[in-house]
């Protein structure tokens, strides 16, 4: 039987108050992973203060769930919690260490040095993640490329191929693609209707650029939803929600399960104009529910891209930013059917081939 823990998750499954899509993918593909592999023992080594947050927890069979303790404050969170991970992967009898993320990644050098096999999965350049300092960047930059680079007894992955690219290019090694899949979403409502709302479903962080949305909702009048929570940045959220006091804009506040599918259906677009994403597992759930989305050219592979359903704009420009959102608005969104080229995409993009891109190297 083989044993896999897992470093990164802060609560497992992702039904919780600030979740993000590195939890979804992490169920996800682990949920492939165990149907795929019948002898694979999984642990999954959580937060205690998100853990007891989780409001629906099927268990999984042959996966564990293990919440530590980890010292308050966004850096000494990270980095108490990935040393304390680290050390009790290093005396575990997994055979296989995988970290979610590139910071969390910071203690993995400890299970690498009692000859524990390392995986670490890289969802986006953490260090360029504006809630950080400068210092901080800096030092999540330098330990994240130093645990790249040291770390041999393993193997590196990406959630997409330009995301990979990056990665080879820092840390003078391969970088394997494991693209997240499209969910199966729940049976809603038949009756249930198209609203004119725009929505934004993610977490209020700084790179998230949400300003971009409630400055054009609140200027050119259109109805927006705002559905998400700070997750470890109260302030950012804090000083949106005093800045942008529109009738306009409207704070949902967290949607989880069956809710966020709601919300999700309804929307006349999902606009994410964030300037910093892997493969944002929100727009996987909008074409899983045939709502059009708006976000920076560049994040999708290509492929994905050119779905009816994906809009782009300029990463850098907000007046791009305006300019595509004024043009979306004038057309008629609406479930269009995909065709046989749309339908060849999606199938490039399952957790069946998301866990196969893993087992091969068990």
């Not at 350049?125 to 645990?147: A, P, V």
């Not at 330009?162 to 049976?187: D, F, M, N, T, W």
């Not at 050119?306 to 300029?314: A, C, D, G, R, V």
Request: hydrophobic share 40%.
């Amino acid at each position: 039987m083989k044993k896999l823990l897992i470093i990164g998750p802060r609560a497992f499954p992702a039904d919780f108050v600030g979740t993000s899509g590195v939890e979804t993918y992490v169920y996800s593909a682990v949920s492939a992973l165990v149907q795929a592999e019948k002898e694979l023992e999984v642990t999954v080594l959580t937060r205690t203060t998100y853990q007891e947050q989780v409001v629906s927890s099927t268990p999984l069979e042959r996966v564990q769930v293990r919440g530590l303790i980890a010292l308050p404050g966004k850096i000494l969170e990270a980095v108490s919690y990935s040393l304390m991970a680290s050390i009790i992967a290093a005396f575990s009898k997994a055979d296989v260490v995988w970290y979610h993320t590139a910071g969390m990644a910071i203690g993995a050098w400890i299970p690498a040095l009692f000859g524990k096999k390392i995986w670490v999965t890289i969802h986006s350049l953490d260090w360029q993640r504006k809630k950080w300092g400068r210092t901080e960047r800096l030092s999540f930059r330098i330990s994240s490329e130093f645990i790249m680079r040291v770390v041999r007894n393993g193997e590196l992955f990406a959630v997409t191929e330009a995301l990979a690219e990056k990665i080879r290019q820092i840390s003078k090694r391969e970088c394997h693609v494991a693209y997240p899949g499209i969910p199966h979403p729940p049976h809603l409502d038949h009756h249930m209707k198209r609203q004119d709302y725009l929505l934004y479903l993610g977490r209020l962080v700084p790179e998230k650029r949400v300003e971009w949305l409630l400055e054009f909702s609140a200027t050119q009048g259109v109805p927006c939803l705002i559905v998400g929570t700070h997750g470890n940045t109260p302030d950012y959220e804090k000083k949106l929600r005093q800045q942008y006091q529109s009738k306009y804009v409207n704070w949902y506040g967290s949607a989880i399960g069956q809710e966020k599918w709601e919300v999700l259906a309804q929307a006349k677009y999902l606009v994410l104009p964030s300037e910093l994403e892997g493969f944002p597992i929100t727009i996987l759930e909008a074409v899983a529910m045939r709502t059009p989305s708006l976000l920076a050219h560049g994040i999708l592979p290509s492929d994905f891209a050119s779905l009816p359903l994906i809009e782009t704009f300029e990463a850098s420009s907000q007046e791009d930013f305006n300019r595509v959102l004024k043009q979306l608005l004038h057309k008629r969104a609406k479930r269009r059917p995909f065709s046989t080229n749309d339908r060849r995409v999606l199938r490039r993009y399952t957790w069946q081939r998301t866990a196969s891109s893993y087992t091969a190297f068990l």
